[in-house]
């Protein structure tokens, strides 16, 4: 009879140890899923910066594009006044033609700027773009970690009811 409560007693171990090594090797595959999440996150955060530095140039290239409005717009108004300017002048002439090629000069840097800012307005509009997917798909990974966890919590065998 005490051999039988021996057996009883060392299957019962047995299947404990089993399930233990089971849920190490659940644990050491839900580590590896963490230190691959976390990469993602990393991957994540780095194209998050990017997208903020493409934001910022495009905001700085934006401001440099006002200040040539603003400085051609002195260029129209100094063109036009000199062409009121007596002919008799030729000093002022030679103004009014030097007013005239810097703006032609300045029009062709302001429609370079307008360029670079399409070509940058495009870029962000994909670096947001590739962000929302990531930061859609993290969130999945987050959902799924969580199950995951919650499942191998309900597996434990402490929460398991003892036998009578």
Same mark, same amino acid.
């Given at each position: %009879? ?11 171990? =047995?299947?404990? !140890? ?7 090797? #659940? ?9 691959? #999440?976390?990469?993602?996150?990393? $991957?994540? *955060? =780095? ?7 493409? /934001? ?9 594009? %006002? !200040?040539? #409005?603003?400085?051609?717009?002195? $260029?129209?108004? +100094? ?9 008799? /002048?030729?000093? *002022? ?7 005239? !090629?810097?703006?032609?000069? $300045? ?6 700027? *307008? ?5 940058? !307005?495009? +870029? ?5 773009? /590739?962000?929302? $997917?990531? *930061?859609?798909?993290? @969130? /999945? %990974? ?5 199950? @995951?966890?919650?499942?191998? %919590?309900?597996?434990? &065998?402490?929460?398991?009811?003892? &036998?009578?």
């Amino acid at each position: %009879m005490e051999n039988t409560g021996h057996i009883d007693l060392l299957t019962v171990i =047995k299947q404990l !140890q089993a399930q233990n090594n089971s849920q190490a090797e #659940r644990l050491e595959e839900y580590a590896k899923i963490v230190t691959s #999440r976390d990469n993602e996150i990393d $991957l994540l *955060q =780095k194209m998050l910066s990017e997208a903020d530095a493409h /934001r910022s140039s495009m905001d700085n290239n934006l401001k440099e594009l %006002m !200040q040539l #409005r603003l400085y051609i717009h002195d $260029l129209q108004q +100094q063109a036009a006044a000199s062409s009121f300017m007596i002919a008799g /002048r030729s000093q *002022q002439a030679g103004v009014k033609v030097s007013a005239e !090629q810097q703006l032609e000069e $300045l029009k062709v840097s302001y429609t370079n700027l *307008q360029l670079q800012l399409a070509d940058l !307005q495009t +870029q962000l509009l994909d670096v947001s773009n /590739r962000n929302l $997917l990531l *930061q859609q798909q993290a @969130s /999945r %990974m987050a959902e799924l970690e969580s199950k @995951s966890s919650n499942q191998l %919590m309900e597996e434990l &065998p402490g929460d398991e009811e003892k &036998p009578d």
